[in-house]
């Protein structure tokens, strides 16, 4: 699986991306699975899973909280000031969406990034003080901030808060055992892939450590394109909590020439592996991890000595979750459930977030407001409403 066998997909363009034909059948089957009663996750999965994965954050703000069982009839309110109150993890919550300056759209306004760095705080820590047994690592504001760019504050404290329940379950333990008893899975897949990779790595007593940011941010950390981190979002949402793992695999894999032609050491090897080729073929990791998970099962993968000491939360909870989110009903059900169960006089933007947009596309309104006057508000109010992502091509 090195470099001289990298492909593309078929029936892809150039860098794996769909035509424009494609991508309507795409939107077309997506809309169809939404709409059917219950939501049929299965295509839901099928679509993030194949090449170009949701391929729009409109789409991601549909889909997202169906892969999750988020009902966006019955999100969080917005936090209050008691999140931050008597927080054991505030300070360290604080420097660190501090330090996430670049984790924002370059070109950003100074004022619009404090704003959005603020609600991420309080994502953060209105999910952690709901559930105390959930510990904060560094790294975890990599994944709130995706969840925040895409989907808004309110569905993105609910996204967050299913993640940290389940995917994100095992890093969120008081020690790194459970952490490090996901990465253990690493090393037999190399292992059943290529004896001799896995060899030399073992040789050069690297370990895998080199991976522990990519899984903890679900690669977030790792990649500097927005893009490629939301095609790796929509691909582990609609996954088994272990893929990123697999993933971890198929990019080593993918540099196995290069692993093999540096010298046998620690040094060498970790700073080769600690840093992800700008240039990586995505669309076929994709493929290639979702086929890995299906040759190499990790209930298989278990069996071995290292991996049968600990009992991960994630996957032991993962079979019972699959079977919740198969029977949701569809968001024009829901809403009628909640207009009509809704006490006379209650507000209408209590009903429904999806009129709460995407930070991204909140951030060109302002853009086009400060540019062009109050004039530009109408035309950016309407845009809202049939075509956001036209809005984040202007900027």
């Not at 278990?302 to 949701?328: G, N, V």
């Amino acid at each position: 699986m090195s470099r001289s066998r990298r492909q593309s997909p078929g029936g892809l363009g150039r860098g794996g991306e769909l035509h424009g034909s494609q991508k309507k059948e795409k939107r077309l089957l997506i809309h169809q699975a939404l709409m059917r009663d219950p939501v049929d996750v299965e295509s839901l999965q099928a679509a993030a899973l194949s090449p170009g994965g949701l391929l729009t954050d409109e789409i991601r703000r549909k889909v997202w909280p169906k892969l999750l069982g988020v009902n966006v009839y019955s999100l969080p309110s917005k936090p209050g000031q008691e999140v931050r109150q008597n927080h054991k993890d505030y300070n360290q919550v604080l420097l660190d969406v501090h330090r996430s300056s670049r984790r924002f759209p370059p070109g950003m306004r100074a004022e619009q990034r404090q704003i959005l760095q603020e609600q991420l705080t309080d994502v953060i820590l209105h999910v952690l003080k709901a559930h105390p047994e959930l510990h904060y690592y560094q790294g975890y504001h990599d994944i709130a901030v995706t969840l925040l760019l895409v989907a808004g504050e309110r569905m993105a404290i609910a996204l967050l808060e299913r993640l940290s329940t389940l995917h994100l379950r095992d890093f969120m333990d008081p020690t790194m055992d459970s952490t490090k008893h996901i990465l253990n899975y690493l090393m037999p897949i190399l292992q059943r892939e290529s004896p001799r990779l896995h060899d030399f790595m073992l040789r050069a007593e690297v370990g895998t450590i080199f991976a522990l940011s990519w899984l903890i941010t679900w690669y977030g950390h790792a990649l500097s394109d927005f893009r490629h981190i939301l095609r790796l979002y929509d691909f582990f949402l609609a996954s088994h909590p272990l893929m990123a793992v697999y993933f971890a695999a198929a990019i080593v894999l993918y540099q196995e020439e290069e692993v093999l032609a540096c010298d046998c050491d620690m040094p060498s090897v970790h700073q080769l592996l600690s840093h992800i080729p700008p240039d990586l073929p995505y669309e076929t990791l994709v493929v290639q991890a979702h086929q890995l998970f299906q040759r190499l099962p990790h209930t298989e993968l278990a069996r071995q000595a290292a991996l049968q000491l600990r009992k991960s939360i994630a996957i032991s909870s993962f079979l019972e979750f699959q079977q919740a989110t198969s029977c949701q009903r569809p968001d024009a059900i829901l809403r009628r459930q909640q207009e009509h169960s809704a006490p006379s006089g209650t507000e209408t933007d209590r009903l429904l977030p999806p009129t709460e947009h995407s930070p991204l596309v909140k951030a060109a309104v302002w853009g086009l407001t400060a540019t062009l006057g109050a004039a530009a508000l109408a035309v950016t109010q309407t845009a809202l409403e049939w075509a956001p992502e036209f809005l984040l091509q202007l900027f």
